[in-house]
Protein backbone atom coordinates (compact mmCIF):
# COMPACT_ATOMS: atom_id res chain seq x y z
CA UNK A 1 0.00 0.00 0.00
CA UNK A 2 1.67 3.50 -0.91
CA UNK A 3 2.66 5.29 1.96
CA UNK A 4 0.47 8.51 2.93
CA UNK A 5 1.68 11.95 2.04
CA UNK A 6 2.10 13.25 5.35
CA UNK A 7 5.22 10.57 5.58
CA UNK A 8 6.65 11.27 2.73
CA UNK A 9 7.66 14.94 3.26
CA UNK A 10 9.26 17.26 0.92
CA UNK A 11 9.65 20.24 3.20
CA UNK A 12 13.36 19.93 2.68
CA UNK A 13 12.44 22.07 -0.75
CA UNK A 14 12.24 25.32 1.62
CA UNK A 15 15.84 25.30 2.51
CA UNK A 16 19.05 24.34 0.70
CA UNK A 17 21.63 22.47 2.39
CA UNK A 18 23.11 25.46 4.73
CA UNK A 19 25.69 23.33 6.54
CA UNK A 20 26.86 26.99 8.45
CA UNK A 21 23.60 27.48 9.21
CA UNK A 22 23.06 23.64 10.69
CA UNK A 23 26.42 24.30 12.97
CA UNK A 24 24.42 27.28 15.00
CA UNK A 25 21.83 25.59 15.96
CA UNK A 26 22.90 22.59 16.51
CA UNK A 27 25.61 24.40 19.04
CA UNK A 28 22.61 26.47 20.76
CA UNK A 29 21.30 22.81 21.38
CA UNK A 30 24.03 21.61 23.18
CA UNK A 31 24.48 25.29 24.99
CA UNK A 32 20.60 24.87 25.94
CA UNK A 33 19.94 21.38 26.55
CA UNK A 34 16.28 21.32 24.89
CA UNK A 35 14.97 22.21 21.48
CA UNK A 36 12.32 24.73 22.67
CA UNK A 37 14.62 26.56 24.50
CA UNK A 38 16.83 26.58 21.59
CA UNK A 39 14.02 27.54 19.23
CA UNK A 40 13.24 30.69 21.38
CA UNK A 41 17.09 31.53 21.64
CA UNK A 42 17.50 31.29 17.75
CA UNK A 43 14.85 33.38 17.14
CA UNK A 44 15.12 35.58 19.63
CA UNK A 45 18.35 36.58 18.56
CA UNK A 46 18.04 36.24 14.83
CA UNK A 47 20.90 34.07 15.29
CA UNK A 48 20.65 32.56 11.47
CA UNK A 49 20.48 36.05 10.48
CA UNK A 50 17.02 35.63 8.54
CA UNK A 51 15.84 39.40 6.85
CA UNK A 52 12.56 38.99 8.46
CA UNK A 53 10.97 37.05 11.33
CA UNK A 54 8.84 34.57 8.57
CA UNK A 55 11.82 33.72 6.90
CA UNK A 56 13.82 33.00 10.49
CA UNK A 57 10.77 30.73 11.63
CA UNK A 58 10.67 28.67 8.64
CA UNK A 59 14.40 28.32 8.17
CA UNK A 60 14.37 27.42 12.07
CA UNK A 61 11.91 24.72 11.31
CA UNK A 62 13.36 22.69 8.60
CA UNK A 63 16.76 22.43 10.38
CA UNK A 64 15.23 21.60 13.73
CA UNK A 65 13.34 18.88 11.40
CA UNK A 66 16.51 17.68 10.47
CA UNK A 67 18.88 17.75 13.31
CA UNK A 68 16.38 15.86 15.04
CA UNK A 69 17.45 13.04 13.41
CA UNK A 70 20.50 12.81 14.56
CA UNK A 71 22.62 11.29 17.27
CA UNK A 72 24.01 13.26 19.83
CA UNK A 73 27.38 12.49 19.24
CA UNK A 74 26.76 13.63 15.98
CA UNK A 75 25.34 16.81 17.06
CA UNK A 76 28.03 17.40 18.84
CA UNK A 77 30.70 17.22 16.26
CA UNK A 78 28.43 19.12 13.55
CA UNK A 79 28.14 22.04 16.68
CA UNK A 80 32.13 22.35 16.59
CA UNK A 81 33.54 21.31 12.73
CA UNK A 82 35.06 22.72 10.41
CA UNK A 83 32.49 23.32 7.35
CA UNK A 84 33.44 20.14 5.15
CA UNK A 85 32.50 18.37 7.98
CA UNK A 86 29.41 20.25 9.04
CA UNK A 87 28.43 19.63 5.06
CA UNK A 88 28.45 15.76 5.89
CA UNK A 89 26.36 15.82 8.41
CA UNK A 90 23.89 18.12 7.15
CA UNK A 91 23.44 15.75 3.90
CA UNK A 92 23.27 13.08 6.95
CA UNK A 93 20.05 14.80 8.68
CA UNK A 94 18.78 15.47 5.26
CA UNK A 95 19.12 11.34 4.23
CA UNK A 96 17.44 10.60 7.68
CA UNK A 97 14.52 13.17 7.33
CA UNK A 98 13.69 13.00 3.68
CA UNK A 99 13.22 9.74 2.13
CA UNK A 100 12.71 10.86 -1.39
CA UNK A 101 16.15 11.89 -1.55
CA UNK A 102 17.80 8.80 0.47
CA UNK A 103 15.83 6.61 -2.61
CA UNK A 104 17.32 9.11 -4.74
CA UNK A 105 20.84 8.66 -3.91
CA UNK A 106 21.23 5.39 -2.72
CA UNK A 107 19.34 3.96 -5.50
CA UNK A 108 19.79 6.26 -8.66
CA UNK A 109 22.53 7.78 -7.60
CA UNK A 110 24.79 4.60 -6.51
CA UNK A 111 23.61 2.28 -9.64
CA UNK A 112 24.93 4.84 -11.95
CA UNK A 113 28.01 4.72 -10.72
CA UNK A 114 27.76 0.81 -10.19
CA UNK A 115 27.37 0.67 -13.66
CA UNK A 116 30.13 2.86 -14.54
CA UNK A 117 27.80 5.62 -16.13
CA UNK A 118 28.21 8.85 -13.71
CA UNK A 119 26.58 11.13 -16.23
CA UNK A 120 23.67 12.31 -14.62
CA UNK A 121 21.01 13.13 -17.09
CA UNK A 122 17.46 14.83 -17.24
CA UNK A 123 15.58 11.37 -18.10
CA UNK A 124 17.18 9.75 -14.31
CA UNK A 125 15.14 12.51 -12.89
CA UNK A 126 12.19 12.26 -14.53
CA UNK A 127 11.90 8.56 -14.82
CA UNK A 128 12.62 8.69 -10.55
CA UNK A 129 10.16 10.97 -9.75
CA UNK A 130 7.69 9.72 -11.74
CA UNK A 131 8.58 5.95 -10.08
CA UNK A 132 7.79 7.81 -6.68
CA UNK A 133 4.77 9.42 -7.65
CA UNK A 134 3.06 5.67 -8.68
CA UNK A 135 3.93 5.00 -4.71
CA UNK A 136 3.39 8.54 -3.70
CA UNK A 137 -0.08 10.08 -5.85
CA UNK A 138 0.29 13.08 -4.37
CA UNK A 139 3.84 14.01 -6.12
CA UNK A 140 2.00 14.51 -9.16
CA UNK A 141 -0.68 16.95 -7.63
CA UNK A 142 2.72 19.39 -6.92
CA UNK A 143 2.57 22.31 -8.90
CA UNK A 144 4.90 22.85 -11.72
CA UNK A 145 6.36 25.11 -9.56
CA UNK A 146 6.60 23.35 -6.99
CA UNK A 147 8.03 20.17 -9.07
CA UNK A 148 10.81 22.53 -10.45
CA UNK A 149 11.72 23.68 -6.57
CA UNK A 150 12.13 20.28 -5.61
CA UNK A 151 14.65 19.08 -8.13
CA UNK A 152 16.31 22.74 -7.83
CA UNK A 153 17.01 22.17 -4.12
CA UNK A 154 17.92 18.43 -4.59
CA UNK A 155 20.40 19.31 -6.95
CA UNK A 156 22.15 22.69 -5.06
CA UNK A 157 22.57 20.01 -1.98
CA UNK A 158 24.41 17.05 -4.20
CA UNK A 159 26.26 19.97 -5.19
CA UNK A 160 27.05 21.33 -2.12
CA UNK A 161 27.82 17.91 -0.36
CA UNK A 162 30.30 16.94 -3.58
CA UNK A 163 28.19 14.28 -5.04
CA UNK A 164 27.43 16.42 -8.34
CA UNK A 165 30.28 17.51 -10.20
CA UNK A 166 30.39 19.56 -13.54
CA UNK A 167 31.60 17.82 -16.58
CA UNK A 168 32.29 19.63 -19.63
CA UNK A 169 28.23 20.76 -20.02
CA UNK A 170 26.79 18.12 -18.33
CA UNK A 171 27.12 16.68 -14.37
CA UNK A 172 28.68 14.00 -13.30
CA UNK A 173 27.79 11.67 -9.98
CA UNK A 174 30.84 10.66 -7.93
CA UNK A 175 31.43 9.47 -3.90
CA UNK A 176 31.48 12.91 -1.97
CA UNK A 177 33.97 13.02 0.40
CA UNK A 178 33.40 11.61 4.11
CA UNK A 179 35.39 12.75 6.94
CA UNK A 180 36.70 9.53 8.64
CA UNK A 181 34.82 11.08 11.91
CA UNK A 182 31.54 11.77 10.21
CA UNK A 183 32.26 7.57 8.82
CA UNK A 184 33.01 6.28 12.80
CA UNK A 185 29.57 8.25 14.10
CA UNK A 186 27.64 6.89 10.97
CA UNK A 187 28.99 3.18 11.71
CA UNK A 188 28.01 3.69 14.96
CA UNK A 189 24.58 4.83 14.29
CA UNK A 190 23.46 2.56 11.60
CA UNK A 191 25.71 1.89 8.28
CA UNK A 192 22.69 1.93 6.08
CA UNK A 193 22.78 6.12 5.71
CA UNK A 194 26.06 5.48 4.16
CA UNK A 195 24.04 4.38 1.11
CA UNK A 196 23.59 7.97 0.64
CA UNK A 197 27.04 8.63 0.49
CA UNK A 198 27.36 6.18 -2.39
CA UNK A 199 28.58 3.93 -0.60
CA UNK A 200 28.24 0.20 -2.26
CA UNK A 201 26.08 -2.54 -0.35
CA UNK A 202 29.33 -4.52 -0.99
CA UNK A 203 30.82 -2.36 1.35
CA UNK A 204 27.91 -2.11 3.72
CA UNK A 205 27.61 -6.32 3.77
CA UNK A 206 31.48 -5.98 4.81
CA UNK A 207 30.73 -3.11 7.49
CA UNK A 208 27.56 -5.37 8.84
CA UNK A 209 30.00 -8.55 9.03
Request: overall charge positive.
Amino acid sequence: MPSPVHVYPLGFASLALRPELARIVAHALLSHGDWATTKRHVLSTNALQARTASTAKRIEQELRRRLQSLTRSQLELLASAPLDTCSALAWLAVLKTTPFILAFTANVLRDKLDASDPVLRPSDYENFFASQAIAHPALQQRTPQTKVKIRSVLFSMLRDVGILVPLAKEEAVQRPPLPEEVRTCILKDNPRWLAGFLVSDAELCTMHG
